[in-house]
Nanobody, 115 residues
């Protein structure tokens, strides 16, 4: 059974940093790309970043490019999202996602950027 557990969110001031983690189980983590998505209040869920199975190929949404860094630890079945220079508009629930998850989404982790 595929499961993910996102963590690391919280309340942070603009310009601050957070590191999100997503621990996975139920599939062969090292074989699949991983993504981070986010959903802000009243808005559709949007893709944030992706990383290939090997970690070589990485892509970011324009809104976070230069501020966020995605990484993975295949030995720990974990994907990370380092978020720096946070802005008000980064406030959202953040989710990790991978193809074997199908329609399943984890509970996400809330990130709130507020002064």
């Amino acid at each position: 059974q595929v499961q993910v557990a996102e963590s690391g969110g919280g309340l942070v001031q603009p310009g601050g940093s957070l590191r999100l983690s997503c621990v996975t189980s139920g599939f062969t983590f090292r074989d699949y790309m991983m993504n981070w998505y986010r959903q802000a209040p009243g808005k559709a869920r949007e893709w944030v970043a992706s990383i290939s199975s090997s970690g070589v190929t990485i892509n970011y949404a324009n809104a976070v490019k230069g501020r966020f860094t995605i990484s993975r630890d295949n030995a720990q079945n974990t994907v990370y999202l380092q978020m720096n220079m946070l802005k008000f508009e980064d406030t959202a629930v953040y989710y990790c996602k991978s193809p074997p998850m199908g329609s399943y989404w984890g509970q996400g982790t809330q990130v709130t950027v507020s002064s």
